[in-house]
Nanobody
Framework: QVQLVESGGGLVQPGGSLRLSCGASRGIFINDLMGWYRQAPGKQRELVATITTGGSTNYADSVKGRFAISRDNAKNTFYLQMNSVKPEDTGVYYC???????????????WGQGTQVTVSS
């Protein structure tokens, strides 16, 4: 599996901005799907955004218009730009890489270790 490492988390005030990065240990394949998830205290992990290597994106309704996911395929890195953050954005953010299965197997997920984002005054 691909090893993923997140960075960029921290404390930010409401209305502020933060940029998260996720670096992959191996090359990202053309059919890989990259994504960001988050988990707030006492809540289930939820999808924040996904992006294909071709640049197609999807966002959770709660972050549309505020967050932007992007990728640099050559650098094996993808990002989450968080703007106009709200207290409810607080949580541990995980990057995810989903790779199509080989030999008829299901897709495989690689996860980062998580980075804490706290939105508070």
């Amino acid at each position: 599996q691909v090893q993923l490492v997140e960075s960029g988390g921290g404390l930010v005030q409401p209305g502020g901005s933060l940029r998260l990065s996720c670096g992959a240990s191996r090359g990202i394949f053309i059919n890989d799907l990259m994504g960001w998830y988050r988990q707030a205290p006492g809540k289930q992990r939820e999808l924040v955004a996904t992006i294909t290597t071709g640049g197609s994106t999807n966002y959770a309704d709660s972050v549309k218009g505020r967050f932007a996911i992007s990728r640099d395929n050559a650098k094996n890195t993808f990002y989450l730009q968080m703007n106009s953050v709200k207290p409810e954005d607080t949580g541990v953010y995980y990057c995810n890489l989903r790779r199509s299965g080989r030999s008829g197997q299901p897709s495989l997920d690689s996860w980062g270790q998580g980075t804490q984002v706290t939105v508070s005054s």
